[in-house]
Each structure stands twice: as structure tokens, then as C-alpha cells.
């Protein structure tokens, strides 16, 4: 029996509390912290270790399920960012670059073309087009400036060795089938004044021209007023009777002819005229008429063949009827009065592949004047009739 005093400061029965639990504790004792238990620290350092290492580390099948709606989520994230991107920015971006591209290149094989397609220039042009990253950069590639300046040196090359003994050349036109002869000079002029847009539809070749006689109405004349040395085009009349016909031609069929001679028919130089003046005077019963008249009666041919045989003065008789031909129909278009029904021989300098064509179609051509090569007369009227 424990017979020692009672603590006054516990309240009664404390020490038979105390020793209640000291009695239990020693029959059932408290167990020991599992040593598998881990700390927070311990637990991210294993998460941690899951995804870096999986084989390694034992994982639950939470954490399998976690993981894998992780990479899922991720996945499609990835894939929605990355597909939007492509649609939106990239491939508009793409096709923007690439049309850019498609349409130098094509401007690129446009002006160099012909002779000048395997130019070192186009293949670096190209290389450069090809290489580029964006639209802009494209665009500011310049290509009118070298190629003008290597079609220029071409054709000036081309004009000194294809002309013949006149010093002329030929220029031919591919995107207009037509072909000019001029002086080497007015070739150095149009390779001088454009750019690589006009240089490279063209090329200058040797002449191959020969002269075509030909037999033509006035109307295919061009109404008679062309003449010795005017350049004209040719095209031809073809008489459709399709109402639904439509022609769409707007090119000659062949540019550039030269007229070398123009022959009227011999009736043309015949000339028989009468010029009167009367005047009558009357003063009381006395009448007084008076009449002043001129007559001329001649034929230009007949005067040639006389000077010629010294019937006249050569010389003077050729220089008073020098372009007797061209200055009658000058007066006839002036007076607005002429021989509709005359004809006209004329020679006229074509290129040589031309000749066919002409022969088989004398009846239906018609000879034009271009207004680039317009004779002075014609120039004045235009210009008289826009002149403000």
C-alpha cells in the first residue's frame, strides 16, 4: 500500500489516472514510425523520379493514370498550337512567298529570253529569287536594270555584224510577225531608247529582201499618195460574205515594205485643157465683148521621149516634170477631185519569204501608211487637226 501523501495541487484521482496509463502503455506499447512512410520532400523527389526515370521507379496506377492523361493533354495541345500556326500564319505565308516568287520568275524568263537565256545574270537572278524568305525581299529583286543592260550590248553586237552593203538591218518583231528594214543608225536608236520590255521581243537579222512588182488599184495604193521611199505595212482584204464573221487581226501581215518605184497608167500623162476668160462691154447700142482664153495640149511621156532624143532640154524638161505623178494626186487630194479609176505599178522591197504571199494575194492587199513613218503632208493635217 502506497502509503505517501496526497499532492494537494492534483485534483483527486489524477495519480490513479497516471498510473492507469503508464500500466497500458507497457502492456501495449506504441508501434514505430513505418520506415517506408514518406516525408513531402521525399514525395517530390519520387514524382520526380517517375517521370524522369519510370523504369526505375515503382509507380501506382494512379500515378500511370496521371501520367498518361498528362501526355494525352499535352499532345493535343501541341498539336492544335502547331496546327494553328501552320493554317493561319505559315501556310498563307508560304503561298504568299511562293506566288511572289512564281510571278518574278515569270518576269525573270520573260525578259530573258531568246539569245539571252542562258545568261550568266538569269542564273543568278534566279538563284537569288529562289533563295529569298519573304515577299518583300522578292519584290525588291531588280531585274528591268541588268537586262536591259545585256539586251542593249547583245543587240548592239547583233547591228554591226547583221547589215548588209547599205548599212541596213532588219529588225524583227516575235510577238507582232512583222519585220523593218532601216539604217543601222536608226537600229542604234531604238536599242538606245527602251528597256529590256521591248529589247527582248525583238533581233536584228541581215536583210533578205527582194524587189516585188506589183499591179494595184488606188484604193490598195493608199488612195495614190504614197511614194517613192515611204515605208508601208501590208494587209489583206478579204471579202467574207458570213455576217457572223469577225475578224480579229490588228497586225499587218507584212510591216515594213519599202516602195521603191510607182508607175500611173500613160493616160495619166496625157493632157489636153482649155482656160477662157470673158467679158462682155456694153455702152448705149454698142457692144464691145472681149474673151481671154489659154489652151494646153500635151503628154508628159511624149515630152520625155523628145528630150531624150534632144527634141527638148533634158535637163530642164526632167526637172519641170520631176514627181509630176505624186504631185498630181497631191492637187487631186487637195481639190478633193482625182482619177478613182487609176492603177499603179509599183516595185516595192520586201523580205524574200514574203514574196509568195504577195504575188498570191495582189488582188485583196492593200498598202497602208503608218503614221510613225507618215510622209509631211499627213503630219500637218494631224497635227492641224489636234492642234488646240
Known amino acids: 500500500m502506497n502509503n505517501k501523501p496526497r499532492d494537494p495541487l492534483y485534483p483527486r484521482g489524477f495519480e490513479e489516472t497516471k498510473e492507469l496509463k503508464k500500466q497500458i502503455t507497457e502492456e501495449y506499447p506504441k508501434p514505430n514510425k513505418k520506415n517506408d512512410e514518406l516525408t513531402p520532400l521525399k514525395k517530390l523527389n519520387h514524382k520526380i523520379g517517375v517521370y524522369l526515370s519510370p523504369g526505375s521507379v515503382e509507380i501506382t496506377d494512379d500515378e500511370k493514370k496521371k501520367k498518361i492523361g498528362i501526355i494525352i493533354t499535352t499532345l493535343i495541345l501541341t498539336t492544335l498550337i502547331f496546327s494553328a500556326y501552320y493554317f493561319i500564319i505559315y501556310e498563307p505565308a508560304q503561298e504568299e512567298l511562293t506566288l511572289a516568287k512564281t510571278t518574278k520568275l515569270n518576269e525573270l524568263h520573260e525578259l530573258y529570253s531568246g539569245a539571252l537565256t542562258t545568261s550568266p545574270n538569269s542564273f543568278l537572278l534566279e538563284n537569288k529569287i529562289n533563295d529569298a524568305k519573304s515577299p518583300e525581299e522578292v519584290n525588291q529583286i531588280n531585274i528591268i536594270t541588268p537586262a536591259t543592260k545585256d539586251w542593249k550590248s547583245f543587240h548592239k553586237k547583233s547591228i554591226n555584224t547583221n547589215h548588209d552593203k547599205y548599212n541596213r538591218t532588219m529588225v524583227v ?66 471579202n467574207y460574205t458570213d455576217a457572223n464573221y469577225t475578224s480579229n487581226k490588228t497586225s499587218p501581215d507584212i510591216s515594213g515594205c519599202t516602195v521603191l518605184a510607182i508607175m500611173r497608167y500613160e493616160d495619166n500623162g496625157e493632157i489636153d485643157s482649155e482656160y477662157s476668160k470673158s467679158n462682155m462691154i456694153v455702152k448705149g447700142n454698142l457692144t464691145n465683148p472681149k474673151e481671154n482664153s489659154k489652151t494646153f495640149s500635151s503628154d508628159v511621156l511624149e515630152l520625155i521621149k523628145g528630150s531624150i532624143i534632144n527634141g527638148y532640154d533634158e535637163e530642164e524638161t526632167f526637172d519641170m516634170l520631176k514627181h509630176y505623178g505624186i504631185k498630181l494626186s497631191n492637187y487631186e487630194r487637195q481639190i478633193n477631185l482625182g482619177d478613182l479609176n487609176a492603177e499603179y505599178m509599183l516595185l516595192i522591197e520586201a523580205p524574200q519569204d514574203k514574196v509568195d504571199y504577195i504575188l498570191n494575194n495582189m488582188d485583196n492587199i492593200v498598202l497602208t501608211i503608218p503614221t510613225s513613218n507618215a510622209p509631211n503632208w499627213m503630219i500637218n493635217e494631224i497635227n492641224e487637226t489636234y492642234q488646240y
Open 173 to 238: 518583231y516575235s510577238n507582232e510577225s512583222k519585220n523593218i528594214i532601216l539604217s543601222s543608225s536608226k537600229a542604234m536608236e531604238i536599242v538606245n531608247e527602251n528597256t529590256a520590255e521591248l529589247l527582248s521581243t525583238i533581233k536584228f537579222e541581215q536583210p533578205n529582201t527582194v524587189s516585188v512588182p506589183i499591179l494595184i488599184s488606188r484604193l490598195q495604193a493608199g488612195a495614190g499618195l504614197i511614194n517613192v521611199g515611204s515605208v508601208v505595212d501590208i494587209y489583206t482584204n478579204n
